[in-house]
């Protein structure tokens, strides 16, 4: 077992059912501290999420409370686009906006990020991407502060500096971010969290899931990821058909959100591995494809991969035993509770050809996971090569 790890989070992280009512509070302190400034760039989907749900209203009354203007960008689609960051970007210089408040799922949260970094710096995202046809470039300017409130549980997006944001010019989906872009307060209310349809609780919660499993069998997993991973694999395993059968099941909700919470500081702790690597390249180029989707039709191919080499297999018993199987003993338990769990979740007949995808696409789809975002092959148990990557999506189709 790794003793040493890094962490630092400088994120205020308010976690729980009614926390939204506390936003108006922390944000005035905030004001008062001159941390925060008087103009927010409400940042939200296109869609209705936040109005049937009704954190719109409750967050608007909260600012106005603190007495904080605002002006609303309601553009943020899934997989987000970096045009749509670069014009909600401008929208923020043009409206004089000081901070940026995130209300929505991982795909406003992950917005942010990128909004924050482009609202106050030269150029064109792409600049300050790393990876793929990114230039690399450091940012000039520190970012506008970000406030974080999740709607949904997915991608933990809440409590770290990082975003995932599609090209779709050059077909590349690549993770922005930079340690000074992490957002100063996250507040994760599950009572938000109860008018996601169960189909994108299911998606969002695997996405929740393979956050900490891939963090457990990374060669970088030290005494503290593994810890909080393995709490939240066990929460999400038990508690996730329970969301997806009833969305106003709270403590299902509650257990979910602390999962997917969690995930955001096991990533901080230990990268994930080639499987968000792979999925990004399977939506970079089928952008339709909800990204928790994509992750479980390639989850058990995937797994299999390295199970086969005997790469890790205590990672993979140490996981079964909190998903539902207290005496397991061999690593192929792992796919046994993973299936089990798709199933429940009716999630277990996802294939690639449901979206489109062909066979000939597979020796594509690994060339580009490696040139948008290798540095996560790095971070496998073992060696796999683009021809190895290429059979996972192979097995993945039906």
Same mark, same amino acid.
């Given at each position: 077992?790794?003793?040493?790890?890094?962490?630092?989070?400088?994120?205020?992280?308010?976690f729980?059912?009614g926390?939204?009512?506390?936003?108006?509070?922390?944000?005035a302190?905030?004001?008062k501290?001159?941390?925060?400034?008087?103009?927010?760039?409400?940042?939200?989907?296109n869609?209705?999420?936040?109005?049937?749900?009704?954190?719109f209203?409750?967050?608007?009354?909260?600012?106005?409370?603190?007495?904080?203007?605002?002006?609303?960008f309601?553009k943020?689609?899934?997989?987000?686009?970096?045009?749509?960051?670069?014009?909600?970007?401008?929208?923020?210089?043009?409206?004089?906006?000081?901070?940026?408040? !995130?209300?929505?799922? &991982?795909?406003? @949260?992950d917005?942010?990020i990128? *909004?924050?970094a482009?609202? =106050?710096?030269? %150029?064109?995202?792409?600049?300050?991407?790393?990876?793929g046809?990114g230039?690399?470039?450091p940012?000039?300017?520190?970012?506008?502060p970000?406030?974080?409130i999740?709607?949904?549980?997915?991608?933990?997006?809440?409590v770290?500096?990082?975003?995932?944001?599609?090209?779709?010019?050059?077909?590349?989906?690549i993770?922005?971010?930079?340690?000074?872009?992490?957002?100063v307060?996250?507040?994760?209310?599950?009572?938000?969290m109860k008018?996601?349809p169960?189909?994108?609780?299911?998606?969002?919660g695997f996405?929740?899931?393979f956050?900490?499993?891939?963090?457990?069998i990374?060669?970088?997993v030290?005494?503290?990821?593994?810890?909080?991973?393995?709490?939240?694999?066990e929460?999400?395993a038990?508690?996730?058909?329970? !969301?997806?059968?009833? &969305?106003?099941? @709270?403590?299902a909700?509650?257990? *979910?959100?602390?999962g997917? =919470?969690i995930? %955001?500081?096991?990533?901080?702790?230990?990268?994930?591995?080639?499987?968000?690597?792979?999925?990004?390249?399977?939506?970079?180029y089928?952008?339709?494809l909800?990204?928790?989707?994509?992750?479980?039709?390639?989850s058990?191919?995937?797994?299999?991969?390295?199970?086969?080499?005997?790469?890790c297999?205590?990672q993979?018993?140490?996981?079964?035993?909190?998903?539902?199987?207290?005496?397991?003993?061999?690593p192929?338990?792992?796919?046994?509770a993973?299936?089990?769990?798709?199933?429940?979740?009716?999630v277990?007949?996802?294939?690639?050809?449901?979206?489109?995808f062909?066979?000939?696409?597979?020796m594509?789809?690994?060339v580009?996971?490696?040139?948008?975002?290798?540095?996560l092959?790095?971070?496998?148990?073992?060696?796999?090569?683009?021809?190895?990557?290429a059979?996972i999506?192979?097995?993945?189709?039906?």
């Open positions: 077992m790794n003793m040493t790890f890094n962490f630092n989070n400088p994120t205020n992280l308010i729980g059912s926390k939204l009512d506390e936003l108006g509070g922390q944000i302190a905030r004001r501290a001159g941390t925060l400034g008087k103009k927010a760039l409400l940042l939200i989907s869609g209705k999420s936040t109005k049937t749900n009704g954190s209203d409750r967050v608007m009354a909260q600012l106005k409370e603190a007495g904080v203007e605002v002006a609303v309601d943020i689609m899934e997989n987000p686009l970096k045009s749509v960051v670069m014009e909600g970007a401008a929208f923020a210089k043009e409206n004089g906006c000081d901070f940026i408040v !995130a209300l929505g799922g &991982g795909a406003v @949260l917005s942010s990128a *909004v924050s482009m609202a =106050t710096n030269p %150029g064109d995202l792409w600049d300050y991407v790393n990876g046809t230039k690399g470039q940012l000039v300017n520190p970012g506008l970000i406030v974080t999740a709607t949904s549980s997915g991608t933990g997006s809440e770290n500096c990082w975003g995932v944001i599609s090209n779709p010019d050059t077909n590349e989906k993770g922005f971010g930079y340690p000074e872009l992490v957002p307060l996250a507040i994760v209310d599950p009572e938000l008018t996601v169960a189909k994108y609780t299911a998606y969002q996405d929740a899931l956050h900490n499993t891939e963090v457990m990374s060669n970088g030290n005494i503290l990821s593994e810890t909080i991973a393995l709490s939240a694999i929460s999400i038990k508690y996730l058909p329970r !969301a997806v059968r009833d &969305g106003n099941d @709270l403590e909700r509650e257990q *979910v959100a602390y997917s =919470t995930a %955001g500081i096991t990533m901080q702790l230990t990268n994930t591995t080639a499987q968000h690597s792979m999925e990004h390249a399977m939506s970079a089928h952008h339709n909800p990204h928790g989707a994509g992750l479980i039709m390639i058990k191919a995937f797994a299999e991969f390295f199970i086969e080499r005997h790469a297999d205590e993979f018993v140490k996981m079964a035993r909190v998903m539902g199987i207290p005496d397991a003993d061999k192929e338990d792992f796919i046994t993973l299936v089990q769990l798709q199933k429940d979740c009716g277990d007949d996802l294939k690639m050809s449901d979206y489109g062909t066979p000939e696409e597979s594509t789809l690994a580009n996971a490696r040139e948008t975002m290798g540095g092959f790095l971070s496998n148990p073992c060696e796999m090569t683009d021809a190895d990557c059979g999506f192979d097995k993945s189709y039906c």
